[in-house]
């Protein structure tokens, strides 16, 4: 039995997808068809440069019409059909080989799907049907999201098809940029609602539709047409457990939990062992406080096993993710050693997963141990990729530890080093009075240079940071007459003046562009304990942006553990905000701080009046009364050596 391969495909203004694709399949098939249906790039040359026969065709918003003039030039056995924008995996054209050697009508192939951007990229599998034999009675149908598999069974009701084990897809077309630039949600959208109008009772594109509405962030359209499209769909449908995901998805994204709940717990009556819906279901019950129920959810996501690529797995939703939503959970309930067990199992499912480094780094809080932090951090990567390792001084830097940072940036080969990274490193720098090399790196990126306001604000902080008050007025005169956005120009203003003890200009009114530079200052300043430089510059602020601002500044200044000046701004807060737990439970811990425990109690009382739901509220409550009783029955050992009862309540009370 004949073997050759065909491979059809249909491309518009595709010259950089196309090359990796065509360079993906070279040797795995016999002959390429392509139909270009208006490239106004180089497409066409591409193609041909790769020996692809090549057709024009005009576009008529028809997706299947475009497909099957690619197969009626098709000379080969099978059809291998390919979209721009995937590849074939290499090690994979053995495998496609020996499907074609088999006695099937068509294959199932495993596709991996990118999604997200540059540096968060995720992974998802799917399952899609993309080879059959080539029959003339085999076309397309559908003007989007063609169908060809139902034709073939109306065609030869004995056909049968298998998964292509060992043939693997990757596909590029979800990451974002990919879609900004196609515009794909809204060309999509355009087609499928022409399309649905007039066959309001094809179920498979109405799928499809809710999909794109999902896509669009239209969820509750989305829900209603996927479950009109569930209501009449086969559950042995290979989509089956997409919609009801997509259905869940839907109603939790339109913040309909309950109706999200309901969905999931049909689907696990379908696929008991599905993942994604426990995973999903955890977060439902994170958003309705029910922390037991989310809890559960989460714990059975972790149990279940391998999923089959038709289930289409969300990447982590029975590893890193989990993991990382029941260390969340544990460090809401204010136990840190049980959130570290299970981010440090989060982080070894997926080291490229930061967001969990960064959780461990605050958890162990490099401003107070350094060392340990650094001893600690060193045994994790053990396990961690060589890109994670690089991850872990940005990681540092976000949580203030400067130090920490820069030993991972020397590390790297300063030819090897990006530019973002070199800033980050030049800032760590400046942190450390290492200022001739801060600058260095500083006065190396130009004018034209998307970094050169960052650079030039970093270089007026060198000697801000050093009270070099002459030099600071130069550097922002200088700065000042480049043309700066009204936020950053005010904050310029700012320091230029924040030196001397009278200054020219007026309070400051600030937006958030302006305030995130200054809490940024503050910050830094506050890490080198120059706690004159910070009031100093605040003292420029109006007091209606201090006000705005001040549980965010009030943060700040506690984690320096400046208590005076934290509770100052915590109190400020209040004063426009009375109904805030949050703010109430900050100055309860600040009190605490402040030896101040009988006051500190009060506050966390007034937060759990006002936000019952929230656990760390009573757990810091109930650990502030332990210590208080513990602390009391010291005394009262002390005062009173020979009554026994308070000796065994300090006892019992060291136990818990």
Known sequence: MSNKI???????????????????????????????????DQTIRVAEQAGAQVVSHIWQDDFSAARNVSLELATGDWILFLDADETLEPGTAQGLRQVAAADNEGYFIKIINLIGMEGSIETCPDLVFRMFRNKPEYRFRGTIHEQIVDVILEKNRQATFQIAENVVLRHYGYLNQQVIEKDKKNRNLSIIKKQIESDPNNHSLRYHYGVELYRIDNFSEAAEELTKAANNTDPGTIYYPKLLRYIALAHYSARQYDRALEAIALGLEFFPNYADLYYYGGLVQLELKNYAGAYECFQNALAMPEQPAYYAPFNGSRGFRAYYQIARLAEAFGNEEEALRYYILSLQDN???TITLSAIVRILNPHSDPEYTRQAMEKLCDFCTPDAKRLIGTVYFTEGAYRLALDYFEKIDPAAIDDYTSMLKAICLIQQKRILEALHLLDAIPLNHPQYPLARMNEILCFWLNKNRTKVRKLCEEFLAVGLTADTSAVVTMLKDSLYKRGSAPSAVLGPEGMALVKDIILRALDLQELQLAEGLLAKVATITRTEYALDLARIFAHYKYWDNA??????YLQKQPDNAAAWCQLGEILQQSNQAAEACLCYRRALSLAPQQPQYYVKSIRLYQAMRQELLAEAVLRYPDMPLFRELLEEAAKQ
Do not use: H, P, W
């Open 6 to 40: 065909s491979l059809c495909m249909i491309v518009k203004n595709e010259e950089i997808n196309l090359a990796r694709c065509l360079q993906s399949v070279a040797g795995a098939v016999d002959e390429i068809i392509i139909v270009d249906t208006g490239s106004s």
């Open 351 to 353: 080291a490229g997963f």
């Open 567 to 572: 509770k100052l701004y915590t109190e400020l």
